[in-house]
DNA sequence: GAGAGCATGTAAAATGTTACATGATTTT
DNA sequence: AAAATCATGTAACATTTTACATGCTCTC
């Protein structure tokens, strides 16, 4: 019943309570490794997750700012997350944009599709510079808390890695290809 | 108004005009990178392209198997392709379902947790085997072509190469996870 | 006789994005 | 005065998946 969004929040809040608004900030940043979704998906994936009995919420009320839901996970919420998390997967082809694109280049302009090539390639340098900083910082704090397997850092920390590798093979191969395209004529 | 499935069914027909049965095979099966589709999406979206001007289809009468229709691209179609194919993009975050799980992984069993990464480290190193053995076949026809860049091999070496390095570095990253989880107590 | 392959479609449901809607406080 | 932040929601639209629907031929 439970989407991947919905076992995506339920790992978020047992992280740590928080309210709609903070998931859906989280879940928008470009360090929000490999699923996002709008506040508009949220709100009601929430909704869900509560009638399912797997969050409950208590409302704090706030003078200066509106008033907000804090969600806390269930032991049901817990005991279910547990499962999905190591049920098997088949892998899944994943869609990309730039590819479909790239798989016409044999029509396009070579030149501009060099220029998008080079493009792409300082976005995932960029994010790649991103991630990186961000290692150090988790790093440190994983040490500090005795290298447990079984805290928040370490579920980061590996897909943290995976997409650390992930933006570094995406920008070696579009220089790669950039390099294909301008060699091209 | 033209969606990304409609432009990658747009280049599949410039490579080669084909029937929406022909598309959709393609379009599901593992060699078809980093995009895919059912056929209730692809007839649909082939009578769109049709009535936008950008394909046209005879009807080929068979006594044995059911009628057909063969699509084309029309040059309308063809400068819309071009138009697109180097059009600037924005890096998209990608959606990954086994990452998602991997970010729960702190609450899991982690035994369970190290096979799941098991299972799909072989399932990457089998999808790897399989595009190298393509690589070899278009290579070969490549070079048979002169090394032409205006082919549709040219377009179909590019994005092959990066399904190579994607599975590849993801078979890697399962191998070192699943190292970690098994580490992990 | 059952199932697979060829061939084309529609309907319903789930998922995801963009836009609409409100309203106070703080920053530029 | 305009824009950003906090905070929650709904509505409309686009995209994707699953299921329904038909019918003929060939193979096991």
Known sequence: MTSTLGYALLNLIACEPQTGY????????RISFFWQAKHSQIYPE???LESAGFITHEVVRQTDKPDKKIYTITDAGLAALRVWAVAP?????SRDELLVKTAAFWQADPAAAAALLRDHERQHAEQLALYEGIRAALEDEWERAGRRHDLPWFGNYLTLMRGI???REYRDWCRWAAAMMEAGD
Chains 1, 2 share one sequence.
Do not use: C, H, N, V
């Open 165 to 167: 590798g992930y933006e």
């Open 22 to 29: 903070d998931l859906s900030r989280t879940l928008q940043e």
């Open 89 to 93: 997967l088949e892998i899944a082809p």
């Open 46 to 48: 929430l909704a869900k």
